[in-house]
């Protein structure tokens, strides 16, 4: 039995008994995969070459062919690479099986289709150790090249780093898009003290997207801090069509509305008046702006999901512990 929202965490490493207590490492690097075989090993090399050498990279793979353990298990002569492999399903419960694996405090994340800079490592865990109420660090991700002609890839780039105190400051800072999961870094106990990711979010989730909001949210609510860097960047080859792209911002409407939601049914109040300001700019700002140029609003759909998105997370259960069987193998 494992604890999926990773509430009792360290009970669970025991139970497990798949970590030696004594051997505590500064950093884990965690990567969450599925059926990713043909990129996860360019992310691997990346790691690996970073400049910061003392830390585990920990993969939690989801696959549902063979293609990622081979991959690898081409590259497993680095003792610093632990495998494990889980029958379940979702990014969500990836990730909270990684931290509750986890041999140190300080977990950094990045995703199985970016590379990161060989400074990476350094420059993801400054922050923690310059502002000790940090839990959580974003860091720029860019596109790798691509055809602007046939869609996009996913990127978050900030002019300047940033700490974010509390949630009225996350607001006035376009919060929605101070950062994403593929280069994130957060302590443990923070996840610990908050109950780790929520299944809900992510792929693989019934709000699709946003798990890295939702946490986020989360942890600001509960008085740690957020900081924002801009002088390491993470590349990102995950490019999608445009049609995927429409279908992308649907699901960011819907999950940003359902976490505000979920914050609100657990009666964080303030969180109204931050989403009537989120839906102000995301919305009514440039439906405003399209009828004074004269031009049919091309947002109305985001008012939709945004709206959708909030009644349903508000409607959702509490968090609670959410348990199942499931198997993992560590290899």
């Known amino acids: 039995m494992i604890d999926l929202n990773v509430t009792n965490m360290r009970n669970l490493v025991e139970n497990m008994q798949l970590i030696p207590a004594a051997n505590q490492l500064d950093i884990t690097v965690l990567i969450c995969t599925r059926n990713r075989g043909d990129s996860i090993q360019a992310t691997i090399m990346s790691i690996l070459d970073n400049t910061h050498t003392r830390f585990e990279l920990l993969i939690v793979d989801q696959s549902t062919n063979t293609c990622t353990a081979q991959a690898v298990g081409a590259l497993s002569h680095d003792p610093r690479i632990r495998y494990v492999n889980t029958n379940t399903q979702g990014l969500s419960i990836a990730r909270n099986i990684g931290i509750a694996l986890s041999r140190s405090d300080l977990v950094i994340m990045t995703d199985d289709d970016c590379e990161v800079a060989p400074d990476w490592i350094d420059q993801m865990a400054a922050p923690f150790l310059q502002h000790p109420h940090v839990g959580i660090v974003f860091c720029d991700v860019v596109a790798a090249p691509y055809d602007r002609r046939a869609g996009f890839v996913p990127v978050s780039l900030s002019a300047h780093p940033l700490l974010i105190e509390d949630l009225a400051h996350w607001q006035t800072c376009d919060g929605v898009n101070i950062g994403i999961g593929a280069g994130m870094a957060i302590r443990r106990s923070v996840a ?108 109305l759909g985001r008012a939709i999901w945004l709206v959708r998105g909030l009644v349903e997370g508000f409607r959702a259960p509490p968090r609670e512990p959410t348990h199942n069987n499931i198997k993992v193998v560590e290899v």
């Open 192 to 299: 610990e003290a908050i109950g780790g990711f929520d299944t809900l979010f992510g792929p693989g989730g019934p709000f699709r997207n946003g798990d890295d909001i939702d946490f986020t949210l989360r942890a600001l609510a509960a008085d740690h801090q957020i900081f924002r860097i801009n002088d390491v960047s993470v590349i990102h080859h995950g490019f999608r069509t445009f049609q995927e792209n429409r279908a992308l911002i649907r699901g960011a409407m819907y999950s940003a509305g359902a976490a505000y939601g979920r914050l609100i049914r657990c009666g964080q109040w303030r969180a109204i008046s931050y989403y009537i300001a989120m839906f102000i700019a995301m919305v009514i700002v440039p439906i405003i702006e399209n009828l004074r140029h004269l031009q049919v609003p091309p947002v």
